[in-house]
């Protein structure tokens, strides 16, 4: 049996960017996702969101960790390892 099927729940570390979109009718600016990438460990995504967050055109970085059920598709509540910058707050995710 391979690991896939011993385990039917995978792990996905992911660090997501934002960029700052024109305010809207309220006047507010809002974020908008600008890149995602995924990544095998935590270290890794945490430190692509730090490098990004210093980038002159982003907003704000996230990096997190999900759990996908690989039985069902279903994915799981991410559960954050840095959030930095401009980032939306956690319940709009």
Known sequence: MTDAQHSPEKTHYICQTYVETKAGRNGQPGLKIAKQFEYSTAS???NRA?????SEDCAGADAYMVTEDQTS???GDPSFLVRL???PESDDF
Do not use: F, H, S, Y
Not at 50 to 54: D, K, M, T
């Open 73 to 75: 598709g279903e994915v």
């Open 44 to 46: 890794e995504a945490k």
């Open 85 to 87: 910058g401009n980032v």
């Open 50 to 54: 730090e490098r990004e967050a210093l």
